[in-house]
């Protein structure tokens, strides 16, 4: 894996001293997709927050979210990719509707080709560890169902 210049890093850093959602990367390393809900007026953020859009209150808690959603809008890289991405053009990227949730989530679709690609497919959350240990997911169209 190239090197890559921190202005360039598309990553975010992770740790506690870098960002205060460094739990989010925490669940993500144990298998958990979480985010923040207001303990006063329960509203339900993505991305994790630390202070509430709605009430600018701070009690905020960490929630499970399901793994499982639904292609809402999806497109191809075509041009201008990320360093580190030049041989991936084609790659799918799209807004997951969660299942029985009302936040959209935008994220690269991993193992799927644009032209099979349609909305309303559906999608899992995967997650993944970086070369230098951090951790980000992406969603994947489920593995089909071997040959009868
Ligand atoms: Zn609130």
Redesign the pocket.
Same mark, same amino acid.
């Given at each position: 894996m190239p090197q890559t210049p921190s202005l360039l890093d598309f990553y975010p850093l992770e740790d506690e001293k870098s960002t205060r959602i460094s739990k989010f990367f925490d669940n993500v390393r144990q298998g958990h997709f979480t985010t923040t809900r #207001?303990?006063?007026?329960?509203?339900v953020h993505w991305p994790p927050r630390v202070v509430?859009?709605? #009430?600018?209150?701070e009690?905020?808690e960490w929630i499970e979210l399901p793994k499982k959603g639904r292609l809402f809008a999806f497109s191809a890289l075509l041009l201008g990719l990320p360093m580190g991405m030049e041989g991936e053009a084609g790659a799918v990227v799209g807004m997951v509707e969660l299942d029985g949730w009302p936040i959209k989530i935008f994220s690269r679709i991993a193992n799927a080709k644009y032209e099979d690609c349609h909305i309303g497919d559906a999608v899992e959350w995967d997650p993944y560890t970086l070369a230098d240990g951090r951790v980000f997911f992406r969603f994947r169209k489920p593995a089909a169902p071997p040959p009868a």
């Open positions: #207001c303990t006063k007026d329960q509203s509430c859009p709605q #009430c600018h209150g009690a905020l």
